[in-house]
């Protein structure tokens, strides 16, 4: 079946950095578009950043201000999430997920979720 391992999270201070990093296996990786997105304890699940298939587009949200790298390696069957300049607002689960476009993934449906990896950020 079909599985998105997430990994990289944890406990940091404001201002430092973290790469997340979503395993995949149990499907075509090149035929997925994949994305990020985040959830924090009494919030809506809302949507990070998104990479298509091949890698020649992204796309991120407004309030990451530039903070935020989706990347994939399609050799490795990963992607990845480079976070820097991590704020406390920041502080969620992170959940990779894939979809058969960029567009889906970002509207939904998503076809497939991870379990999530804890993002903390915190002084």
């Keep these: 079946q079909v599985q998105l391992v997430e990994s990289g ?3 940091v201070q404001p201002g430092s950095s973290l790469r997340l990093s979503c395993a995949a296996s149990g499907l075509t990786f090149i035929n997925y578009a994949m994305g990020w997105f985040r959830q924090a304890p009494g919030k809506e699940r809302e949507f990070v950043a998104a990479i298509s298939w091949s890698g020649a587009r992204t796309y991120h949200r407004d309030f990451q201000k530039g903070r935020f790298t989706i990347s994939r390696d399609n050799a490795k069957n990963t992607v990845y999430l480079q976070m820097d300049s991590l704020k406390p607002d920041d502080t969620a689960v992170y959940y990779c ?6 567009m889906l993934l970002i509207t939904g449906p998503r076809e497939h979720w991870g379990q999530g990896t804890q993002v903390t950020v915190s002084s």
């Design 9 to 11: 999270g944890g406990l």
């Design 97 to 102: 997920a894939a979809g058969r476009t960029v």
